[in-house]
């Protein structure tokens, strides 16, 4: 039976057989190689206004070290996935071959498109089939996109195995054009003392999944060189993962956030926190010539079980050569001016123990409930401008994303305070403290059915989502 989460007892799930497998030594794989550019993906068409690509699903052996061979599931045959870079109002047509023993879909995390395009779970490409993905990216979408599994129950193991890649939207009116840019894909690898993807422990399950091992473009701990103003793309694709960027010597500026352009630079004061699937763009001027680690800040996610708290973690070193200071344009982007709300909507996250459930023994729901592919939880109308406020009544960090939709951040409350945002900003995913109320304003501008749920994976796997059908 399903039991209210007692915080205080003591779970040592450490040795939760047959979980708990030995890790690789951090030491195994090589740091400081150049960082590496991502590859594209290449479109096949040459009609004006058409990209046209093959994505296969395969099992891939990589060599990580000269003698480290590990299998990861790939999308052709690379880690991370190749990139698609597309304009505002092309039209993609993308075939997904399945080369998988179980099923899967691509879903195009964060692109305003038709939801039976978009990967839902109902859609399953069955292992060994295809299906091609059509839609138009809507003008005013230019923005940092990605694109990874959305099946049923597969998709945290999906992801850990390695399949997950970027999908950039440009403007053809992109105010930064000018910059030189750079593209950090963040994601996270752990690795058994075998060099192979290690399983979930109960620990992953309930924390979500880290690794010992956080990649930049594929390479672990890379140098990287910034010897100019620079635009930087980032993507948070870990699975559990919380980042906290600190970027030492430099005037960081946030520029972008998960839909696009702010409508003006921030000026970044402490480090960017950003949570599973979320992205950021970012202008870095190096202030002095040196040589400094880009890190993780350790941010306290209130993690369950004996977990200690997080460390700060060295990503990468950056090399900074001291550069003129530019002036950034000071209008970005015009956001959606949404007027009031219509209708509200309440999501509540709370935690259960469920000892039936196999993986970590907690259930994480939304509205008291645990997803369900055949039931409708809330329904919106088509181009209502609503608000939604979500209650995290939980122990713990969660994020909350919805698919379909770029919402904007009206105000947070933690213990009674209530506070604006600092930016106005377009989202998809935003992160929210325990306790923490979070009140958004959103518009669902295409009918079909959205997903919503914590974009730690393994929660969002376990059943922390819901079903919206807009109409
Ligand atoms: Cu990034 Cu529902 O997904
Ligand atoms: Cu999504
Ligand atoms: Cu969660």
């Known amino acids: ?193 075998k060099g192979q993807i290690a399983d979930n ?14 990649l930049i473009n594929g390479c672990y701990r890379p140098k990287i060189k910034i010897d100019s103003a620079t635009r930087i793309r980032v993507w948070n694709s870990c699975s559990g993962r919380y980042l906290n960027l600190s970027i030492p010597n430099c005037d960081v500026y946030l520029v972008g956030t998960d839909g696009g352009l702010l409508a003006k630079p921030y000026l970044l004061t402490k480090p960017l926190l950003l949570t599973p699937a979320e992205r950021a763009e970012l202008i870095i001027m190096p202030k002095q010539t040196s040589t400094v680690y880009l890190q993780s800040i350790g941010y306290d996610r209130n993690k369950m079980g004996n977990v200690p708290p997080e460390q700060d973690i060295i990503l990468g070193e950056l090399t900074l050569t001291k550069s003129e200071p530019i002036t950034l ?68 960090d969660h994020n909350f994303h919805i698919h379909g939709a770029q919402f904007i951040v009206q105000s947070h409350e933690l213990n009674g305070k209530k506070t604006q945002p600092e930016y106005i900003a377009l989202k998809d995913t935003i992160n929210l403290r325990p306790h923490e109320k979070l009140t958004i304003k959103i518009q669902q501008n295409l009918p079909g059915l959205r997903m919503y749920h914590c974009h730690i994976i393994e929660h969002e796997t376990t059943g922390m989502m819901g079903q919206l059908m807009v109409e």
């Open 201 to 214: 422990s109960m620990l992953d399950w309930m924390n979500g999944r880290e690794g010992q091992f956080v």
């Open 329 to 396: 344009p000071n209008t970005l982007n015009h956001l959606p001016n949404m007027g009031p709300a219509v209708a509200h909507k309440l999501l509540e996250y709370t935690e259960v123990m469920d000892m039936k459930e196999p993986r970590g023994g907690v259930l994480f729901l939304i509205n008291g409930k645990r997803h369900d592919m055949s039931r409708i939880d809330l329904k919106s109308k088509i181009h209502d401008i609503e608000e939604w406020t979500i209650f995290n009544n939980s122990h713990m």
């Open 1 to 193: 039976m399903h039991q209210h989460m007692n915080m205080n007892m003591n779970m040592d799930m450490s040795n939760n057989s047959p979980m708990s497998q030995k890790l690789l030594s951090t030491s195994a794989l090589p740091q400081g190689m150049n960082l590496p550019t991502l590859a594209n993906l290449k479109n096949e068409s040459n009609q004006e206004g058409v990209f046209e690509a093959t994505l296969h699903l395969k099992s891939t052996k990589i060599t990580l070290t000269p003698d480290l061979t590990t299998e990861f599931w790939t999308y052709n045959g690379m880690i991370p996935g190749p990139k698609i870079e597309v304009f505002e109002e092309d039209h993609v047509k993308i075939t997904v071959k399945n080369e998988l023993t179980q099923p899967t879909t691509v879903h195009w995390h964060g692109l305003l498109i038709p939801s039976d395009q978009d990967g839902n779970p109902q859609n399953e490409i069955p292992a060994g089939g295809s299906r091609t993905y059509e839609f138009t990216i809507p003008k005013g979408t230019a923005g940092t996109y990605w694109y990874h599994p959305h099946g049923h129950n597969t998709v945290a193991e999906q992801v850990y195995r390695g399949l997950a890649g970027t999908f950039i939207v440009r403007s053809k009116h992109d105010p930064l054009a000018s910059l030189p840019e750079q593209h950090w894909f963040f994601s996270d690898l752990k690795l058994t003392d």
